[in-house]
């Protein structure tokens, strides 16, 4: 389905400093951050450039038909995919260490990142490695953080958004949906469009059901 959209747009702009993609699930918007990640030379299940393992090979071809075109050039990146995360940290632990010892502990923070919970260690990595300058694709990061974690993280992403860094986020979270300056992207069967925040389905549902929890869970669970 993405593909075809993205066939009919020609192209895809990222203007923003920070450009969210929503959708159902299946709309293809983790599949689209994959093959931009791969495109830009990241690992496709995790990690900077410099990342080079691979446990399972099952991201999509996508990345061969999407040309990139920008107008400067990031001085670093990382791709950060919650999904596999843990198999990032364990090419931390299991290489990068062996390596280059106490330059890693540095880089990443002071404890290996599988020693702390993966809300923890997610924020501990945008914490010490990411800085200025750079391009960051997040893939669902809620998956590893509560709501007051995500809060952190939107404090964390402006910190570096002031530092000229850039990020594409792909998410279901309303919260990291809010970020004040982010161009919004909806994935869905009729295609790719721009929507505004209070547009979004995510935060409808979410707004519906916190109102007025009770009656949204007795339309719910009813028997019918």
Do not use: W
């Not at 670093?76 to 632990?93: I, K, P, V």
């Not at 809060?151 to 570096?160: C, F, P, Y």
Request: aromatic share 10%.
């Amino acid at each position: 389905m993405v593909v075809s959209h993205l066939r009919q747009m020609k192209e895809l702009c990222f203007r923003s400093p920070v450009t969210v993609l929503v959708g159902e699930n299946g709309s293809g918007k983790s599949t689209l951050l994959e093959a931009i990640a791969v495109a830009f030379g990241f690992n496709a299940e995790g990690g900077s450039r410099n990342f080079n393992f691979s446990t399972s090979a099952t991201h999509s071809d996508l990345h061969q038909y999407l040309t990139i075109t920008r107008n400067a050039y990031p001085k670093d990146g990382f791709f950060l995919r919650a999904e596999s995360f843990y198999n990032a940290a364990s090419y931390l632990d299991e290489v990068y260490e062996a390596e280059l010892g106490s330059q890693v502990k540095t880089a990443y923070g002071e404890r290996s990142l599988h020693k702390q919970s993966h809300g923890e260690s997610f924020l501990a990595l945008v914490a010490n490695r990411f800085r200025g300058q750079s391009l960051y694709l997040l893939d669902e990061p809620e998956a590893a953080l509560s709501p007051s974690r995500l809060m952190t993280l939107l404090v964390q992403i402006n910190d570096l958004v002031k530092k000229k860094s850039q990020f594409i986020i792909a998410t279901h979270s309303p919260i990291l949906m809010a970020y004040p300056q982010a161009e919004i992207y909806q994935l869905s069967e009729s295609g790719i469009d721009t929507v505004n925040y209070r547009e979004t389905e995510h935060y409808q549902l979410t707004r519906r059901f916190l109102e007025n929890p009770e009656k949204m869970l007795h339309y719910l669970l009813a028997e019918e």
